[in-house]
């Protein structure tokens, strides 16, 4: 079984600001603490998807909250395992697994952290294939595994039980609790079993997160050209197909507040003067690229702005004129792309007039 | 009359200023005790002006003393890192992530202690005094001389960082202790960074001070003096003693405010050449703007105000390849004068290129009669390119703005840049630092989280705008001058409604007397 090494957690801190498409916060701090993780309880199992034993108890887990807080009020490093504990004394069973449920940005790093400490494997899969904002948007809740019971604990060692009829309400409450937990808190949830998370999870996220970074990585010691190396990288998985769809300048960010929201646009002015210039909606994360009125890629397709130079992401409040930037249009595996999923995830769910139209090869 | 200062690495320049006209400049070799390097050159600036020493209302330094300090882990205490607030954060103890090296000379004693509060406000825990007297025992035992106080969201209550400072003050009365809130910003590990570098620099800063100080009684000048901060604003010598680290990379917001009040000019963007090469940045009311990154000091992560500047391949020792398509980005550096055309070398430079095409003369000017019409104007055109594309980067809208060249490079720059209104060529550019010392204002500024539970945005913006000017007043703005420049304000994401993130900064005139 591979097992995830010191290299692979830096390459995934980057592979995962790259699958949170501007968003899903720095992994900067998660890096640190899934290294001292390793550090502190040995190595970590990695599990391919199709490895996983039918009758595995797996559960998913990750963190929610600002990341603005998480800079500052730092986790103890307990309490994803208090949220773990406190899971498993409400369904009176033992874990035996940890799924992400999501690989883009610092929650790629909290399920390492767990498994490290809680001494179980890492399944290689996630829910979300990316980042998404809130904890309905799950391949896992698309297909029917119930988001409840929800284990939320925070740093004092208080820990909440959220148990709902559906996941969009499980996201309402456990956000509530997330701010008078002071604004982070760190949950376990989604309960299933192998046999399920065979059948509803996004196979190889992990590995394709760390695989970005480490392809970023080698094209530099290479000096191989960053951009090729990643769509050449992207052809070879289940994404397949990763496609330039805009190449210039940044000409223009506009951010405003909207129900609490942080949402923006921000136009690309193509260095080949014959197109038009290219604009991209954001909330949180990017949602949808249009020339005029075409769409070049649409959430849940992926739309990641890299530096020109180096091909390495650049996060939604990094964004700013003058930057020259490649944007990358990633499709997602058909897991995320059926009617079921797009209901819950696809471009409605965002408020997007636009229908899904995925991305052409 | 003020005369700005700034001590380099190298040398350390003065400028002696009256309202914005600068009277007389001059520079001087920085030494090792720095005083007498001060002393040299403010002798040379008063002769060249014939201003009596009694005519300078104040002094402004601008130093890169202690950045070198830390890049050269040289002259720095021991400190005991202590830190409040668990069982938050004891995931990262103190130091985490630093360069081997450095956490062994700052001796890696760190301590972590139970108490705190939240992003707003609320007591989670009260401080344990007991652990704080024990740790007082400790740094007794230990001989530490000085400390560092970071507690988490410090810049929105900063209570039980003053009340574990006077814990450990009664106890080990001599001990010099930084506070985190008065130091950074949100982000918790880099603000405990800067603290602790600070600590480590508590016995330099006074050594520092108090040489700046022995140096203006020397010469007779008994003006207040100040010393500029990264932001560019200036901060009373007392001050400076306690948080040395505020004055890390203060020299290119002051180079690029001296450019400014050269060229008079509140919004441009600056081009500083140099031999390897050229920094942008760009001007807004008269500061730099600041960088959104993570700031690397001596291998350590900080959020420091940088200013943001992009650095690019393009200098006066460029070497010119492809007939003039391909400038740099490799220089022949400080061997200029050695391996470019005009100084007898055999390597082609930008600099032999302004020679070829009659612009300057510097050196024999025959050694360079050879090289092809084509290419001396396809080696023009590609250094404009150049300098005209890294502006266009650095500016914040497509709006053409007046672009202000300083350096020893600058004469690489003959022609008109299309994404320039105007480019301006300011007197007296190599000692735009000391001028940008000499002009800076005092400032005050707000960086924190607001919870907007049962208050509203209006409000808790005016209080912050309030708090802000108070700041400004309180180190030393003249009433009636201060005026809030600059305003931020990001909700935070992912929590929609509860709290928002306000950065707030005011600046005013120095009240001289």
């Given at each position: 079984?591979?097992?995830?090494?010191?290299?692979?957690?830096?390459?995934?801190?980057?592979?995962?600001?790259?699958?949170?498409?501007?968003?899903?916060?720095?992994?900067?701090?998660?890096?640190?603490?899934?290294?001292?993780?390793?550090?502190?309880?040995?190595?970590?199992?990695?599990?391919?998807?199709?490895?996983?034993?039918?009758?595995?108890?797996?559960?998913?887990?990750?963190?929610?909250?600002?990341?603005?807080?998480?800079?500052?009020?730092?986790?103890?490093?307990?309490?994803?395992?208090?949220?773990?504990?406190?899971?498993?004394?409400?369904?009176?069973?033992?874990?035996?697994?940890?799924?992400?449920?999501?690989?883009?940005?610092?929650?790629?790093?909290?399920?390492?952290?767990?498994?490290?400490?809680?001494?179980?494997?890492?399944?290689?899969?996630?829910?979300?294939?990316?980042?998404?904002?809130?904890?309905?948007?799950?391949?896992?809740?698309?297909?029917?595994?119930?988001?409840?019971?929800?284990?939320?604990?925070?740093?004092?060692?208080?820990?909440?039980?959220?148990?709902?009829?559906?996941?969009?309400?499980?996201?309402?409450?456990?956000?509530?609790?997330?701010?008078?937990?002071?604004?982070?808190?760190?949950?376990?949830?989604?309960?299933?079993?192998?046999?399920?998370?065979?059948?509803?999870?996004?196979?190889?996220?992990?590995?394709?997160?760390?695989?970005?970074?480490?392809?970023?990585?080698?094209?530099?010691?290479?000096?191989?050209?960053?951009?090729?190396?990643?769509?050449?990288?992207?052809?070879?998985?289940?994404?397949?197909?990763?496609?330039?769809?805009?190449?210039?300048?940044?000409?223009?960010?506009?951010?405003?507040?909207?129900?609490?929201?942080?949402?923006?646009?921000?136009?690309?002015?193509?260095?080949?003067?014959?197109?038009?210039?290219?604009?991209?909606?954001?909330?949180?994360?990017?949602?949808?690229?249009?020339?005029?009125?075409?769409?070049?890629?649409?959430?849940?397709?992926?739309?990641?702005?890299?530096?020109?130079?180096?091909?390495?992401?650049?996060?939604?409040?990094?964004?700013?004129?003058?930057?020259?930037?490649?944007?990358?249009?990633?499709?997602?595996?058909?897991?995320?792309?059926?009617?079921?999923?797009?209901?819950?995830?696809?471009?409605?769910?965002?408020?997007?007039?636009?229908?899904?139209?995925?991305?052409?090869? | 009359?003020?005369?700005?200062?700034?001590?380099?690495?190298?040398?350390?320049?003065?400028?002696?200023?009256?309202?914005?006209?600068?009277?007389?400049?001059?520079?001087?070799?920085?030494?090792?005790?720095?005083?007498?390097?001060?002393?040299?050159?403010?002798?040379?600036?008063?002769?060249?002006?014939?201003?009596?020493?009694?005519?300078?209302?104040?002094?402004?330094?601008?130093?890169?003393?202690?950045?070198?300090?830390?890049?050269?882990?040289?002259?720095?205490?021991?400190?005991?890192?202590?830190?409040?607030?668990?069982?938050?954060?004891?995931?990262?103890?103190?130091?985490?992530?630093?360069?081997?090296?450095?956490?062994?000379?700052?001796?890696?004693?760190?301590?972590?202690?139970?108490?705190?509060?939240?992003?707003?406000?609320?007591?989670?825990?009260?401080?344990?005094?007991?652990?704080?007297?024990?740790?007082?025992?400790?740094?007794?035992?230990?001989?530490?001389?000085?400390?560092?106080?970071?507690?988490?969201?410090?810049?929105?209550?900063?209570?039980?960082?003053?009340?574990?400072?006077?814990?450990?003050?009664?106890?080990?009365?001599?001990?010099?202790?930084?506070?985190?809130?008065?130091?950074?910003?949100?982000g918790f590990l880099e603000r405990e960074n800067a603290s602790v570098m600070n600590a480590s620099l508590a016995d330099l800063s006074r050594k520092v001070v108090s040489s700046f100080r022995n140096a203006l009684k020397e010469l007779s000048i008994h003006a207040p003096f100040y010393i500029s901060q990264n932001d560019g604003t200036l901060m009373v010598p007392d001050y400076v003693e306690r948080y040395p680290v505020l004055t890390f990379a203060s020299g290119p917001t002051n180079s690029m405010r001296g450019a400014a009040t050269l060229a008079g000019e509140k919004d441009a963007m600056v081009i500083d050449i140099g031999g390897t090469t050229s920094d942008v940045g760009m001007l807004m009311n008269g500061f730099p703007r600041e960088s959104a990154v993570a700031v690397d000091i001596g291998?350590?992560?900080?959020?420091?105000?940088?200013?943001?500047?992009?650095?690019?391949?393009?200098?006066?020792?460029?070497?010119?390849?492809?007939?003039?398509?391909?400038?740099?980005?490799?220089?022949?550096?400080?061997?200029?004068?050695?391996?470019?055309?005009?100084?007898?070398?055999?390597?082609?430079?930008?600099?032999?290129?302004?020679?070829?095409?009659?612009?300057?003369?510097?050196?024999?000017?025959?050694?360079?009669?050879?090289?092809?019409?084509?290419?001396?104007?396809?080696?023009?055109?590609?250094?404009?390119?150049?300098?005209?594309?890294?502006?266009?980067?650095?500016?914040?809208?497509?709006?053409?703005?007046?672009?202000?060249?300083?350096?020893?490079?600058?004469?690489?720059?003959?022609?008109?840049?299309?994404?320039?209104?105007?480019?301006?060529?300011?007197?007296?550019?190599?000692?735009?630092?000391?001028?940008?010392?000499?002009?800076?204002?005092?400032?005050?500024?707000?960086?924190?989280?607001?919870?907007?539970?049962?208050?509203?945005?209006?409000?808790?913006?005016?209080?912050?705008?309030?708090?802000?000017?108070?700041?400004?007043?309180?180190?030393?703005?003249?009433?009636?001058?201060?005026?809030?420049?600059?305003?931020?304000?990001?909700?935070?994401?992912?929590?929609?409604?509860?709290?928002?993130?306000?950065?707030?900064?005011?600046?005013?005139?120095?009240?001289?007397?």
């Amino acid at each position: 079984m591979a097992y995830i090494t010191n290299q692979d957690i830096e390459d995934l801190s980057v592979g995962a600001a790259l699958l949170g498409t501007g968003g899903g916060g720095d992994p900067y701090i998660g890096k640190l603490m899934a290294r001292a993780a390793l550090e502190k309880y040995g190595q970590v199992d990695l599990l391919p998807l199709d490895k996983v034993p039918d009758g595995m108890n797996l559960v998913a887990c990750g963190a929610m909250g600002a990341p603005t807080i998480l800079i500052e009020k730092m986790p103890s490093g307990d309490e994803i395992g208090l949220a773990l504990r406190t899971y498993e004394r409400r369904t009176g069973r033992k874990v035996d697994a940890i799924i992400p449920f999501e690989a883009g940005g610092i929650n790629s790093m909290m399920p390492i952290m767990l498994a490290a400490e809680a001494r179980l494997p890492v399944i290689d899969a996630d829910g979300m294939g990316r980042a998404f904002p809130q904890l309905e948007m799950e391949t896992f809740n698309v297909y029917g595994v119930p988001a409840s019971p929800v284990a939320l604990a925070d740093e004092q060692g208080n820990a909440v039980i959220v148990e709902t009829k559906d996941a969009a309400k499980a996201e309402f409450l456990a956000r509530g609790v997330t701010i008078r937990m002071g604004g982070q808190s760190y949950l376990v949830n989604y309960g299933m079993d192998g046999a399920t998370a065979r059948r509803v999870s996004v196979p190889g996220t992990m590995s394709l997160a760390i695989g970005i970074g480490r392809t970023l990585r080698e094209a530099a010691a290479g000096h191989r050209d960053p951009l090729d190396a990643l769509i050449s990288f992207f052809r070879t998985t289940h994404y397949e197909t990763a496609r330039v769809i805009a190449s210039g300048k940044v000409v223009d960010v506009s951010r405003r507040e909207q129900n609490g929201w942080s949402v923006g646009v921000v136009t690309i002015e193509p260095f080949d003067a014959s197109r038009r210039p290219v604009t991209i909606q954001i909330q949180n994360e990017n949602l949808i690229a249009e020339e005029d009125d075409k769409v070049l890629a649409i959430v849940p397709d992926l739309i990641c702005v890299l530096e020109a130079d180096t091909a390495m992401p650049i996060t939604t409040e990094r964004l700013r004129y003058g930057q020259r930037v490649n944007v990358l249009g990633i499709k997602v595996p058909p897991i995320m792309r059926t009617p079921e999923a797009l209901d819950v995830f696809g471009p409605a769910a965002f408020g997007l007039k636009k229908p899904y139209a995925p991305l052409e090869a | 009359m003020r005369i700005g200062i700034d001590v380099g690495g190298t040398n350390t320049d003065a400028a002696l200023m009256d309202g914005p006209v600068v009277l007389g400049a001059c520079k001087s070799p920085t030494t090792s005790d720095v005083s007498s390097g001060i002393v040299a050159v403010l002798k040379q600036v008063l002769a060249m002006t014939g201003v009596p020493a009694s005519a300078i209302r104040a002094v402004m330094i601008g130093t890169t003393h202690f950045t070198n300090a830390v890049v050269e882990r040289k002259r720095l205490l021991e400190v005991a890192a202590v830190r409040l607030r668990l069982p938050a954060t004891k995931a990262l103890p103190p130091m985490t992530d630093w360069p081997r090296d450095l956490a062994d000379t700052l001796g890696r004693h760190t301590f972590m202690v139970h108490g705190g509060n939240e992003f707003d406000g609320r007591q989670i825990a009260p401080l344990d005094e007991a652990e704080i007297v024990r740790i007082a025992g400790e740094i007794r035992r230990r001989g530490l001389r000085a400390a560092s106080i970071t507690s988490v969201f410090s810049p929105v209550t900063p209570d039980m960082e003053l009340r574990a400072a006077e814990i450990l003050r009664d106890i080990v009365p001599d001990l010099s202790i930084s506070l985190s809130h008065e130091i950074g910003r949100v982000g918790f590990l880099e603000r405990e960074n800067a603290s602790v570098m600070n600590a480590s620099l508590a016995d330099l800063s006074r050594k520092v001070v108090s040489s700046f100080r022995n140096a203006l009684k020397e010469l007779s000048i008994h003006a207040p003096f100040y010393i500029s901060q990264n932001d560019g604003t200036l901060m009373v010598p007392d001050y400076v003693e306690r948080y040395p680290v505020l004055t890390f990379a203060s020299g290119p917001t002051n180079s690029m405010r001296g450019a400014a009040t050269l060229a008079g000019e509140k919004d441009a963007m600056v081009i500083d050449i140099g031999g390897t090469t050229s920094d942008v940045g760009m001007l807004m009311n008269g500061f730099p703007r600041e960088s959104a990154v993570a700031v690397d000091i001596g291998g350590v992560r900080t959020n420091f105000r940088m200013p943001d500047v992009l650095a690019v391949g393009l200098g006066g020792g460029s070497i010119v390849r492809d007939e003039g398509d391909r400038i740099g980005p490799d220089s022949v550096g400080y061997e200029i004068t050695s391996r470019s055309l005009v100084f007898g070398g055999d390597t082609m430079t930008a600099t032999d290129i302004v020679v070829a095409a009659g612009l300057e003369d510097i050196g024999d000017r025959s050694r360079v009669a050879h090289i092809p019409a084509r290419t001396i104007e396809k080696a023009l055109d590609t250094i404009h390119k150049l300098a005209d594309s890294a502006v266009d980067r650095m500016k914040t809208s497509a709006d053409p703005l007046p672009v202000i060249l300083v350096g020893g490079g600058s004469i690489l720059i003959s022609r008109d840049l299309p994404s320039a209104s105007k480019v301006i060529r300011p007197e007296n550019a190599p000692v735009a630092n000391a001028i940008g010392a000499a002009i800076a204002q005092v400032g005050g500024e707000i960086d924190r989280i607001f919870s907007l539970e049962g208050t509203s945005r209006d409000i808790v913006l005016g209080g912050a705008k309030d708090e802000a000017s108070e700041r400004a007043l309180k180190a030393g703005a003249q009433e009636g001058t201060v005026k809030v420049i600059d305003i931020e304000e990001v909700p935070l994401a992912y929590l929609p409604g509860s709290a928002t993130r306000i950065r707030v900064k005011a600046v005013g005139d120095l009240a001289v007397k």
